[in-house]
C-alpha cells in the first residue's frame, strides 16, 4: 500500500475505500467527532465527567438530527365547527383535523403542522342572482406556538370544490375548484376536552386561473376539540 494512504487516519481510509466500492462506515460529521474526542479525553480524568460529556454529546447531536414530518397522524386530532360572515355572504361549516408528526423549533416557539378536512355551506345574501353552495375543502397548515403560552398563530393554503359554481349579485366565480388561503390566530382553553377557539380570516379565489375571478372573504369564529 502506498505511504501516504497508509498514513491516512483508519475512518479516512475506510471512507476512501468504501468510495471505490467496499462496504465501509462513513466519517462521522466533524462536530459529532470532536465531540466524541472532549467525551474520550475526560474519561481519562474522571469517569462521571465522562458520562456527563457523552450525554451532552449526545443530546447535542439528537437536536441537529431532530426530525419533522408535517404529513398527517393516522387518524384526526381535532373536531371543530365555525361559522363566517362576508360582504353579503355567511358561511357555516364542520371538519376534522389531522395533527403532523412532531414539531420544530422556530424563535421562541414551536412550528407544527396539521392537515384539515372541511365541509361547509355558503349562502349568498346579496340581490338576485345569489345562490347556496356546498364547500369541500382540504388545507395543509403551519402553527406557531410561542413557549409556555397558549396561544398560537396558523397558516395555509388549500384546494376547495365549491359546487354548484358561486353566484352572489356581481360575483360570479368561473371555476368550481377555488383556493383557499387562511391566516388565524387562537388560544387554547384547555380542560379536559382539549378546546381551542380561533378567529379566522379565508379568501377564497381560483387564482386568477379563470375569469371572472372576484373572489370572496370570511371572517370566521372557530371552536376545536380533542378527539
Do not use: C
Not at 25 to 39: E, V
Not at 103 to 129: I, K, M, N, Q
Amino acid at each position: 500500500m502506498p505511504a501516504g494512504i497508509a498514513a491516512l487516519p483508519a475512518w479516512a481510509l475506510a471512507l476512501v475505500v468504501g468510495g471505490l466500492g467496499a462496504p465501509a462506515l462513513a466519517a462521522p460529521p466533524p462536530a459529532d467527532r470532536a465531540m466524541d474526542l472532549r467525551a474520550e479525553a475526560a474519561a481519562g480524568d474522571d469517569p462521571a465527567t465522562a458520562t456527563a460529556s457523552a450525554n451532552a454529546s449526545a443530546s447535542a447531536s439528537a437536536g441537529r438530527r431532530e426530525l419533522w414530518a408535517p404529513f398527517p397522524a393516522a387518524a384526526p386530532g381535532r373536531a371543530f365547527v365555525q361559522a363566517g360572515a362576508g360582504e353579503h355572504a355567511a358561511q357555516v361549516a364542520v371538519g376534522l383535523a389531522w395533527d403532523g408528526r412532531g414539531s420544530r423549533a422556530l424563535g421562541s416557539g414551536r412550528l407544527s403542522g396539521a392537515w384539515e378536512l372541511v365541509l361547509g355551506h355558503w349562502r349568498g345574501t346579496a340581490a338576485e342572482p345569489a345562490s347556496g353552495v356546498t364547500q369541500v375543502g382540504l388545507t395543509p397548515l403551519l402553527r406557531w406556538t410561542p413557549a409556555g403560552s397558549p396561544w398560537f398563530a396558523e397558516a395555509g393554503i388549500g384546494l376547495h370544490l365549491v359546487s354548484p359554481r358561486y353566484r352572489n349579485g356581481d360575483k360570479r366565480f368561473g371555476t368550481r375548484f377555488n383556493f383557499g388561503d387562511v391566516l388565524a390566530v387562537g388560544r387554547r382553553l384547555g380542560g379536559a376536552a382539549g378546546a381551542e377557539l380561533s378567529l379566522r380570516l379565508q379568501h377564497f379565489s381560483n387564482g386568477g386561473l379563470r375569469r371572472p375571478n372576484p373572489g370572496e372573504e370570511f371572517l370566521q369564529l372557530r371552536l376545536a376539540w380533542a378527539l
